[in-house]
């Protein structure tokens, strides 16, 4: 995986203690960030047994500070779903969503995902953006998800393989 493109920026698989350490750490942040109670996704229990929830988490740094993250999460019938993607205010700007978000597909695409799933805020316009740009389009609902105007979004992984 490595340098992926822009100076200074870093994705790579977590896998060391502290990399694992390090994106908990930013999913915690990202759940403040949203300002939703995610008990819904049993988000105290996803902590507790972290990263036991993900078949794999992508960490992105810009130098030598952490930055950004993104999980990779089994739906099963060759499905995963993108899950977390964030990236720290300090960091906005610089490509870091959309490297992690094109490192995942990748990772996704070489695992033998064929679809790929995830579901976003209406009000993160420009995350929005990025999937769209990215070839996400609109999809039914595949799980329930309390808030209101939750966008759910696929992309089919066989397309450009």
Known sequence: MGNEKSPGITISL???RDDVAAVKSLFQEYAAFLGVDLCFQDFDREMETFPAFYKCLLFGRVGDAGAGAVGLKDRGEGVCEMKRLYVRPDFHGKG???QLAVALI???RRRGYARMVLDTLPRLDAAIALYRNLGFVDTQKYYDNP???VLYMALD???GR
């Open 147 to 149: 808030e209101e105007g």
């Open 106 to 108: 990748n990772e996704a």
């Open 96 to 98: 870091l969503g959309r």
């Open 157 to 159: 992984l066989t397309d």
């Open 14 to 16: 977590a896998e060391t």
